[in-house]
């Protein structure tokens, strides 16, 4: 019999740590959860924690972290609180696999300590490659860690590698549905409301990635996610439109031949893979028939109206802080569109405002990302206060 | 540097041997060709022998040995007549994989005394597995011999499945352009012609192939194909009508996931993959492009008007020779189809009643097939010979 493989869960309260968490509940024999952090939601994460009984629990909240504590002193279950606890729960020696699940910036800096610690990486939280691909792919090489792909996209690239890591891959395709507002000119997307964008035709997800979506922001980041998961130049990188969410992605080789990873629309799938690779596990996900399907649709992007798209592939361009700029800058105009401060073209017009007025810096450390994240944050703070 | 692989092409002058010529010249660093054969084209055979240099060449039909002796006598090429010699030339120490690429039954006996020699099979041939899965299986796993598939939709899977040996298919969908004739009724299909019948729309294929295409005979003897390559059961192959042929056919695993391999339809890319397996080789074939393809369609086949593939899953579920009988029948039916001594529909309707005739034996030895082949043959002849 095999080991029960240790699982620690940065986010166990989101979108995605409430999947991985049925995922796990699905599989007892396979899974043994060691920790679940939550950034505030105390009361998700007691429940979490009385059900699953993991090792630790962290609320970074701090004035949750009583809470908590009272909730779960009984039980034989370690309570922290505060950031930097994350950077310490990882190092648990019963944990093989740490799956980033934060929302953001926030994860880049659990996930270079689980790096540190040795754990693979179940990534779901791309904005930590995004931001400082460069510093975490080299520091994953240089602790022998695997990051395994969660989002679904490059999950699909990932699956459809398998048994081909030995072959050229002559480019990708990350399929995008087009979001809520596929097809939209300019002038239409003006006028688009917060609720209209939070709603996303396929995939139930969290806000920041919903509106990301809409922006096609997301895309953006994934381009940015896919060149350092899989060591692949700009022009390596397409994205395609694909409506119906359910071709994933694609890998085309040097050979001409194109293998494409699919399925309905469903997190778990991805998540369950991360946990669980290089074996599948029988699962009772809903299957996908193409009799349902009778069309698969496939479109260009305009870049002309998604603008997002295009600053993405600039900073791959470019290089150095560039992505962290960018990453930083929709961090803070999402949040501001999210609270009705700032129109949702505004959202792209502000990135692309903060990469032209900040320079980029070649050669970054983590501490660089670090400093040109909150440089970022005040520059695009003060260009909302400016025009909200 | 890697020693060059020899191949031998048994059906070098036909539309898969042809083109299996076209990628080993693109690649005269990598492939020995040691052994080419043809039926009777001396004309093409002697053009491709002066060509590739090979070290034998043979000639099945023995009417035409002369001519080819005469024309290779200057170089150093040993020349054979006769079906027995192709038994003999694949047991060359030189080869590597063995191409079979002949059409219909004659494939089986060369195919066997390749797998014996301890030969790779490349197998273009699919009539060898739809007649003799059973005896061709097993002779291969006693050998110790890899067969790797040619046709398109079995390359598809078998790409598909690179890195995934270990988990566990849930089903398979092949897919199928629907041939000239998808959506037609049975009165439409009453009345069409050979002409009809030999435009395929996506494929550029031999006679006997392009003719099973538009019965839907060729999906059958692909899902009894597909039943000995990957060891599944009847139920766990479906068929799927996709009229563009740019998916070529799709895995589902266990965990709900799938795994389609796709591509413009060109046989050279599944010939090429089953010669460099596990490896790829860049090429210059056409690459696929998904604003050329804005739709990707898929539907159900009616078998209820294509009854040939409903035959080919009761093969499957009757066993023993049953497939053999289905074959043979097919085989003389298209012959006489393609000599305008039947109608098209006669040919599904033939290939049942031989199906109905003649007792299935179970647990066949290679002598039952050849026995029952003849006796099919026999029995179909009759039974057109009482109705053109």
Known sequence: MQAKKGIAILGSTGSIGTQALEVIEAHPDLFDLQVITAK?????????????????????????YQKVKDALWSEEIHVYGGADALNQVVEFKEIEVVLTAMVGYAGLEPTMSAIRAKKNIALANKETLVVAGDVITKEAQKYGVNIYPVDSEHSAIFQCLAGEFHNTIEKIYLTASGGPFRGYSMAKLRSVTKEQALKHPNWEMGQKITIDSATMMNKGLEVIEAKWLFNLKPEQIDVIVHPQSIVHSIVQFDDGSMKAQMGLPDMKLPIQYSLTYPNRVASSFPRFNFLDYPSLNFEGVDQSVFTNLQLAYDCLHVGGTSACILNAANEVAVDAFLKERISFIDIQNINQEALQSIDPIANPTLETYLEVDLITRKKVTEIIGSIS
Not at 40 to 64: G, R, W, Y
């Open 40 to 64: 505030q939601n105390s009361t998700l994460l007691i429940e979490q924690a009385l059900k699953f009984k993991p090792n630790a629990v962290v609320i970074v909240d701090d004035s949750e």
